[in-house]
């Protein structure tokens, strides 16, 4: 009997696809989410080990994100319940250079969990499934970034990453950061897009606080927040360096943005409105 995988988060962005890949291969899964049977919720730990029974092995993905507040303390709490209930095996998304993130893998790592940890750059799917669609959709793509480039990664590979971690020896104990081959300012990003549409799609500059101001009225304060600290804090070039940790695990380059970009625009997701 193969044992059973928690993935959580596993409606979102990235515990979505590797659910599937873990299904694909014919492995049990467990879906932990609000909606999933029986129900996952962070905020809620009573609902935590009913989520566990039986499972050996977890995806942890936190939301909104685990440099957010009280993430740390909530992934750590987690991790013991998992670690007690018999799931050793931890794999951990985490963020590239926040303090908060390294904080939240201490935790974790302080369960004694044989833990791994997967620390992302930037989604690229965040043009495409996220608070940035509607404005490529529209053909304006209006943020606070200036011109700081971002390595952005295909979450097609930090899935990837992730189920080799759940499911291949070797990974325990490792760091991965996952990025894309180069690293692009948000100007290049969307102008990538743009070609890849055929449609016109522009970046305009703005300041912080008029992004800030602008999203309060579409998306939930804590996300608000969250995005405010990125672009205020994490995108002040510390993280501009690609590097290795998709071809570390899967013997292969990251995909690149511009190939990111042709795949999706095929789908006709960035169709205009």
Known sequence: MNPTTLVLGGTGKTGRR???????RGLPVRIGSRSGEPPFDWGNPTTWGPALQGAEAVYMAYYPDVAAPGAADAVGAFAETA???GARRLVLLS???EDEALAAEERVRASGADLTVVRSSWFAQNFSEDYLLDMVRWGEVALPAGDVPEPFVDVE???DVAVAALTQDGHVGQVYEVTGPRALTFAE???????ATGQ???YIPMSVADFTAAAY????GDVVEFLTYLFTTVLDGRNAHPTDGV?????????????????TAATGVWNGQ
């Open 18 to 24: 590797v659910a599937r890949r873990l299904q694909e």
């Open 83 to 85: 670690v007690a209930s």
């Open 95 to 97: 963020g590239r250079g």
């Open 157 to 159: 590979d930090i899935a």
């Open 189 to 195: 990003a969307v102008a990538a897009i743009s070609d």
């Open 200 to 202: 016109r799609v522009q």
């Open 217 to 220: 009225r579409d998306l939930p």
């Open 247 to 263: 071809q570390r695990v899967l013997g292969r380059p990251p995909t690149g943005f511009a190939d990111f970009a042709r795949r």
